[in-house]
Nanobody, 122 residues
Framework: QVQLVESGGGLVQAGGSLRLSCEGS?????MGWFRQAPGKEREFVAG???????FYGESVKGRFTISRDNGKNTVYLQMNSLQPEDTAVYYC???????????????????WGQGTQVTVSS
């Protein structure tokens, strides 16, 4: 049974930083971070392949960095220059297909964490 546990969310002022962690990742699988704001669809934020290739959503490019530590079975999301529009519940997820391609659709992910709230005040 795969269990993903996110941590690191919280309240931060605009321009600030947070680092999210997701414990329970598996080295053979691509991992992704998604977010969902109230009344909005779940949005792809960043993904990292099994070999460490990274891919980002347009709205976070240049501000967020995804990384993984396979020895600790953990994926990270470093978030810098946070803005109020980044406010959402952030989820990590495991891509279902073993591939070198990172998918951006939530439908391609089979295991999800419980989410961690990120709130950015203006």
């Amino acid at each position: 049974q795969v269990q993903l546990v996110e941590s690191g969310g919280g309240l931060v002022q605009a321009g600030g930083s947070l680092r999210l962690s997701c414990e329970g990742s598996q080295r053979s699988y691509n991992m992704g971070w998604f977010r969902q704001a109230p009344g909005k669809e779940r949005e792809f934020v960043a993904g990292i392949s099994r070999i460490g290739s990274t891919f980002y959503g347009e709205s976070v490019k240049g501000r967020f960095t995804i990384s993984r530590d396979n020895g600790k079975n953990t994926v990270y999301l470093q978030m810098n220059s946070l803005q109020p529009e980044d406010t959402a519940v952030y989820y990590c997820a495991r891509q279902s297909a073993i591939s070198y391609i990172v998918y951006v659709s939530a439908n391609q992910y089979d295991y999800w964490g419980q989410g961690t709230q990120v709130t950015v005040s203006s």
